[in-house]
């Protein structure tokens, strides 16, 4: 089940200032926005443990690069995979402890079941760290998030346009 009270929850998520932990004001913030399946010059394999960590939790991308990610769940239990600010994915995790439930599915997110592999394309559009989480109540204060660096210059054949 996706949303079990979805007018609360929404109404929740406009009504406070956890509305910038949403997706739309990520994006804002420039973390990057979804990705063009055509112009994916990145894969990664994510692996997501019970023992709250994901492997790689470090990543290395060039500013502009289109990032695959497959992410799978190798656990017994259900996984999340959150791209966003620092700042939007500790305010995320706080809204998710009084509504545990609520479940996402949005550009920068996936959340995955156990034995499930999912799959995200992001494009990483400005340099800096990116973080990513996952915010199963409880698996992002038990220590499970990474972060991606972005650097500065452009990927080099991205200009060349051959
Ligand atoms: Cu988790």
């Not at 979805?6 to 997706?23: D, F, M, N, T």
């Not at 791209?83 to 479940?103: C, I, R, S, W």
Request: net charge neutral; with cysteine.
């Amino acid at each position: 089940m996706k949303l079990r009270t979805p007018i609360l929850a929404v109404s929740l998520c406009l009504s406070s200032a956890i509305a910038l932990a949403h997706g739309d004001e990520m994006k804002d913030e420039g973390v990057g926005q979804a990705g063009n399946p055509q112009q994916i010059n990145r894969r990664v394999k994510i692996e997501m443990r019970d023992s709250m960590r994901f492997s790689p939790d470090k990543l290395k991308v060039k500013k502009g690069d289109t990032v695959l990610f497959v992410i799978h769940n190798a656990g017994a239990i259900n996984h999340e995979f959150v791209l966003g600010t620092g700042k939007a994915l500790k305010a995320h995790n706080e809204f998710m402890k009084q509504n545990p439930d609520m479940e996402h599915d949005d550009d920068n997110m996936v959340s995955v079941a156990p034995d499930q592999t999912a799959e995200i394309i992001w494009q990483f559009s400005r340099s800096g760290v990116v973080y990513f989480a996952c915010l199963q109540p409880g698996h992002y204060d038990a220590g499970m998030k990474g972060r991606v660096s972005v650097s500065g210059s452009e990927h080099k054949h991205s200009s060349a346009k051959q």
